[in-house]
């Protein structure tokens, strides 16, 4: 790892100092990812309750501190986890609350992986081994309603989902926390970490995600397709494989 610094990032309208160790700062020194900065603020807004899992340094979830009462921000990794805390800390909102811990279907021990220059790409994968020079630590995974129900949480909004492939592991053990609340969710769509690390295609991770979800659209900057529409989402598979276009997925019931 390289020797952590300090920067100030512009994080939905509000400057913050934001601390960590590898090369993620150089990409929000300009400030922080606006277009989905804007997704958030609109679907986001005014919530209760947030659950930010994957939450790495803490931008995502010093943008939420902002927009509601309650965030719980979700990082499994011990030495990212202590920036996490760090940011949060020196950002001085009192209503956020970070949980060293990952969430899953299966509760247990894994194994996360990182470049250590890149802290924001961990994955959790038993399938694939990455190449030589890869951080390896050790993890605690949780379901999402046992969580909860230890916190003593009921009411749940808004829930972002950013884990390197991991977002259907996250869904299945948050089944009673999905029907009960009907939260919002907007959940990353990498279908490099989804084949690399899960086996599992953009297909299929669009039938799982029909499954549960009766709104589902694909959102890429203003432009938005409608994953329950087969000619739709045809066109996301395409231009997102190819392009990468089309980054989040917003779920709603």
């Not at 996490?84 to 609350?97: A, D, F, H, T």
């Not at 894994?110 to 050790?138: C, D, I, M, W």
């Not at 909004?157 to 609340?181: Q, S």
């Amino acid at each position: 790892m390289s020797i952590a610094r300090e920067v100030r990032v512009d994080i939905g309208g509000k400057s913050y100092i934001v601390a960590s160790d590898d090369k993620y700062l150089e990409h929000i020194e300009n400030g922080f990812e606006p277009d989905m900065v804007k997704l958030f603020r609109t679907v986001a807004s005014d919530s209760e309750v947030i659950l930010d899992i994957g939450a790495n340094i803490g931008c995502t979830a010093l943008l939420f501190g902002e927009l509601s009462k309650n965030v719980y921000a979700f990082e499994p990794s011990q030495t990212t986890f202590a920036f996490l805390e760090r940011n949060i800390s020196r950002s001085g909102l009192k209503n956020v609350s970070p949980q060293n811990m990952g969430l899953g279907a299966e509760p247990g021990e894994y194994t996360l992986t990182f470049a250590p220059s890149n802290r924001s790409g961990g994955f959790v994968s038993n399938q694939t081994q990455a190449s030589a020079g890869h951080t390896v630590e050790k993890i605690v995974i949780r379901q999402m309603d046992e969580v909860l129900k230890s916190l003593n949480v009921s009411r749940v909004d808004f829930v972002k989902i950013d884990v390197e492939g991991f977002e259907g592991h996250v869904l299945r053990g948050a089944a009673k926390t999905l029907a009960t609340c009907r939260p919002v969710v907007v959940l990353e769509l990498n279908h490099w970490c989804l084949n690399a690390f899960q086996r599992t295609s953009i297909p299929d991770f669009f039938d799982l995600l029909r499954s549960i979800f009766p709104i589902l659209l694909a959102v890429d900057g203003s432009s938005y397709l409608n994953l329950h529409d087969q000619s739709d989402s045809y066109i996301v598979m395409y231009h997102h494989i190819l392009h990468m276009r089309f980054p989040n997925i917003l779920a709603a019931f």
